[in-house]
């Protein structure tokens, strides 16, 4: 476990310090309970080693269904389904080894583990700044399910129901620019899903979808 750790630490340290804007991570005010949180029996967490040296990971938690900082409660989903709440915390890859999907296969195996875990609502917390690590969670078919701070932090939950697909209303679009806090903020509210992006000469905008309620299971 401490060679484990020191590894882990020391990949971060690389990754964060190369981190284009800070608000992409904001690091955790205890690394070492935060590792131990992402271990057995509270979560996991998935190396990919080349050579022997850690080149990237990837973690998943299993919070307490009573827990303030489960997501399922931050999203305000009703409380008996937060035992199902999984959360895909930290994922980080060495530069020199981007590009090689390493991103897109370690999001394929935490939703494996956690529908073995039978906790299918996979949630997932990225900075409005982000636009590759969204971009990679709504490729692989997670939704912008809320929009708001979390610990003085402006930040999209994007999730998956692995038991239960969404219906929306594919006539009711808005696109709305991706940095642009109290519109997405507002079209969740309202019953709006992000479900895709649009990148041209304004910019980033987000493509939100209105949620069919009269099908809306489980959450």
């Not at 895909?88 to 583990?113: F, N, Y």
């Not at 806090?181 to 209105?210: N, P």
Request: with cysteine; hydrophobic share 40%; charged share 20%.
């Amino acid at each position: 476990m401490p060679r484990d750790f020191a590894a882990w630490s020391a990949l971060r340290d690389r990754v964060i310090a190369d981190l284009p804007n800070p608000d992409f991570y904001v690091r955790e005010d205890d690394e070492q309970a935060f590792f131990e949180a992402h271990t057995q029996p509270r979560g996991e967490t998935i190396g990919v080693f080349a050579h022997g040296a850690l080149v990237a990971y990837a973690m998943v938690g299993f919070p307490e269904a009573d827990s303030p900082e489960n997501l399922g409660a931050v999203i305000g989903i009703e409380p008996e389904l937060h035992a199902q709440v999984t959360h895909l915390s930290s994922c980080m890859v060495l530069p020199e080894w981007r590009g090689r999907k390493l991103q897109r296969t370690l999001l394929a195996a935490r939703l494996a583990l956690a529908h073995a875990r039978g906790r299918p609502l996979c949630m997932a917390m990225v900075s409005l700044l982000n636009h590759s690590s969204r971009h990679n969670l709504l490729r692989q078919g997670l939704h912008i399910a809320w929009t708001g701070v979390i610990d003085g932090l402006q930040r999209h939950v994007a999730m998956i129901d692995l038991q239960h697909g969404l219906h929306f209303d594919m006539g009711d679009e808005k696109l709305l620019q991706s940095d642009d806090f109290h519109a997405l903020q507002e079209a969740c509210t309202a019953g709006y899903t992000g479900i895709g992006e649009v990148r041209d000469a304004s910019g980033v905008r987000l493509r939100y979808v209105r949620h069919l309620h009269h099908d809306r299971a489980p959450w």
